[in-house]
């Protein structure tokens, strides 16, 4: 569960490691859903919330999602079942998306104990629910075993361009602390680097990798058979349940006039993959024909 992550602080305040676990301390308990309410929180504080959701692999895991809703932004947390850590930020107030993922490596062939990445593109409205009706989430039994009421398709990525991290900081404030393990996977796509640049982003910021129509046989790395040789990486993930959207009751007064309110939230779970350069199929070992 996401207890292997060490130590348990969240992508807002420092970065985790990760640190060796067992899947078998994962709990397949069934239980009846409950309901997540919104709550009178103090604004203008940060929150977190644990959820046990499961996998599409049947395992349970732990999400962690906070809320900062002075920095205007919301994360999420959670253990994959092939132990890869995954992130993801919510930066409103600079419309952006940060997705890592602290992949566990392959020693015996050759890898370090885990490898990261990190994809950056825009966040778009009514995506995720806001940060401060976020920070006022609250759920009635944390036992309860989740799943997403929407599960919405699969987006793909092409991240044909890398960010440099040290310039990072004028996409969002969060990539330096959420993606420094990276170093030199990160990622976005052409259009969202078009975006930011007509924003007044600099361009030393972005750097074009090569795609294939520039390199001859350029191939994806799943038919690509000589790990030191360059391909087309793909990574997918998927966050399977989080608050998409706010829903909204009415109550009557004693004339009968109708009053809407926040009443509780709507769960939504999809999926992303991304193809991205790499410059030795060696780091992307994830990515082969079975």
């Known amino acids: 569960m996401f207890a292997s992550c060490v130590p348990l ?8 490691a990760l640190a060796p676990s067992s899947s078998s301390s994962l709990l397949l308990l069934l239980s ?24 599409a692999d049947g395992l349970i895991t732990e999400e962690v999602l906070e809320a900062d809703s002075e920095r205007d932004a919301i994360s999420l947390e959670f253990k994959q079942g092939d132990g890869a850590l995954v992130t993801f930020v919510a930066d409103f107030k600079q419309n952006v998306k940060i997705f890592r993922a602290l992949i566990l490596g392959e020693l015996e062939r050759g890898q370090n104990q885990y490898q990261a990445l ?17 920070a006022r989430l609250r759920q009635k039994n944390p036992q309860a075993i989740r799943l997403a009421e929407e599960r919405r398709g699969l987006e793909q990525l092409t991240m044909s361009t890398a960010v440099n991290l040290s310039r990072a900081g004028q996409l969002s ?45 350029l ?47 709507k769960s ?23």
């Open 9 to 16: 602080v969240g992508p807002f305040t420092s970065r985790c």
């Open 32 to 55: 009846s859903l409950s309901l997540l309410l919104l709550s009178a929180a103090t604004p203008g504080l940060g929150s977190e919330l644990r959820v046990r959701v499961r996998l």
């Open 118 to 134: 990190c994809f950056l593109s825009r966040l778009n409205r009514n995506e995720i629910i806001p940060s401060e009706s976020m």
């Open 173 to 217: 404030s969060h990539v330096y602390n959420v993606c420094s393990e990276a170093h030199e996977a990160i990622y976005t796509s052409q259009d969202d680097a078009k975006h930011w640049l007509n924003k007044g982003v600099e361009g030393s910021v972005f750097e074009i990798l090569p795609q294939t129509a520039d390199t001859p046989g």
């Open 219 to 265: 191939q994806p790395c799943r038919v690509t058979r000589d790990l030191w040789q360059p391909c087309l990486c793909n990574y997918s993930l998927r966050l399977e349940w989080y608050p998409c959207l706010l829903k909204y009751c009415r109550s009557r007064d004693s004339t009968g006039k109708g009053t809407p309110y926040r009443c509780g939230i």
């Open 268 to 290: 939504c779970s999809k999926g992303y993959q991304f193809t991205y350069y790499v410059p030795q199929k060696q780091l992307c070992l994830w990515d082969e024909e079975t």
